[in-house]
């Protein structure tokens, strides 16, 4: 099938189409940025859409907290030939994991907690909690060396899982922490069953990736007495404006979904689901599970990278910020974004760009998804970089870490320009 590719700059949106709450937009030469050199975005989704190794894209950067760049390239449903366009609506699979730790901030911000407090204090259930060790092909159940902190759990220290496989559980206790097969009600009644499942290792030994932020938005439920979608819904997306992001997708809104699609044997794509609508769930993920668009998710993005705070809407301080933007985990191997990154309290955090495949300053944050969405913001240059693709198992085309250069590379204001502005790092005078 020939494909039909639509490019939609800012140039080309009448002022009456963005909504309300869109960050404003300005011509990217007043900040530092060459149009020309913008163009090239575009141009490097357009070669996998060609090569139909993806269906479509969507991309969104700003700069100093105005919008130089929002496109939309190929199809949002291409089997049904319907173009891409800047409000589709994206799952934004592990870029749900910034928000619901965002929210968890919130209520520190608040007195509530500590952040080496243990998560037994509102999750009794782990208040004795056991660790699966090895001695050679036989495997034994201790207690873990130090208990499991709400610092572990936001910086994937925690060693915690959902996942039973392989753990060494008895078939009664595996039908406990399954519920026998079918679907929980709840995220808060899985978390409380997995404490028979013993950690991967004792608290804070080593990085993995896996459950911690589900019981992160457990704890957000615990603490607040809200669910963790009540929460969001309340304390983030309505004061921020971020009115397309949500865990079930509104009947009305599901004809700007995008279709999500599978790489195939010949290095192409297919479809692997089609945009329709889902019945309401009560079990909300911190891992995964948030579905919005390229103009909220922005907002959300803007507000961290202002140090807590957007259109005089502050959700958290900005020394706060400052923690969650830090590396917490040392030397430990992030090994989801490869070398030179740290974690920080919900963020990928890049300590090394020399050994990073990623062009940005040290102390550079953020996170991506499992369907190829991406985010990640530079606080030396004042930058934010959004890209929204929906095809699992993208590893492979290595397009969310070139994406990230093409980007960079449209910078042209002069270094003379730019401060050493990254609090917690040195630089050479």
Known sequence: MGCVCLAVTLSMIPSSAWASEMLASVQSESVGMSAERLQ????????????????????????????VHHSAVGWKYREQNIPMSTDTIFSLA???????????MMLFEEGRFRLDDPISDWIPEYA???????????????????PVTIRHVLTHTSGLSLNPNNSGLTEEELRWVSNNGESFETLGERVSRA?????????????????????????????SGQSIDQFLQQRIFAPLGMHDTFYN???????????????????????RRAPEYQQPSTYFPGVAGLKSTSSDYIRFAQMIANGGELDGIRLLGRMTVDLMISNHTGDKEVYIRGAGYGFGLGFGVLVD?????????????????????????????????????????HGPLNIRQRFTNVVTQAVVDSVADQGATVRGYSFGQ
């Open 128 to 146: 004795d909690h056991m660790v699966r060790e090895s001695e050679g092909p036989r495997q034994r159940r201790v207690p873990e060396a130090r």
């Open 40 to 67: 090239r975005v575009d141009e490097y989704f357009q070669r996998f859409i060609d090569n139909n190794q993806i269906a479509g894209a969507v991309t969104l950067i700003a700069r100093r907290g105005k919008v």
């Open 249 to 271: 997708v509104p009947r009305d809104k599901v004809d700007r979904v995008a279709a999500l699609y599978s790489p195939t044997e010949n290095g192409e794509s297919e479809l």
């Open 94 to 104: 592990s870029m749900t994991k910034p928000i619901v730790s965002t929210a968890l």
């Open 353 to 393: 760009p020399t050994v990073s495949f990623d062009m940005l300053s040290p102390g550079s944050y953020g996170w991506g998804g499992a369907f190829g969405t991406l985010y990640w913001a530079d606080p030396v240059e004042d930058l934010v970089g959004l890209m929204f693709i929906q095809l699992a198992g």
């Open 195 to 223: 404490a028979l499942i013993p950690a991967a290792f004792h608290p804070g030994d080593y990085w993995q990736y896996g459950s911690s932020t589900d019981f992160v938005a457990v704890l957000v439920e615990k603490i």
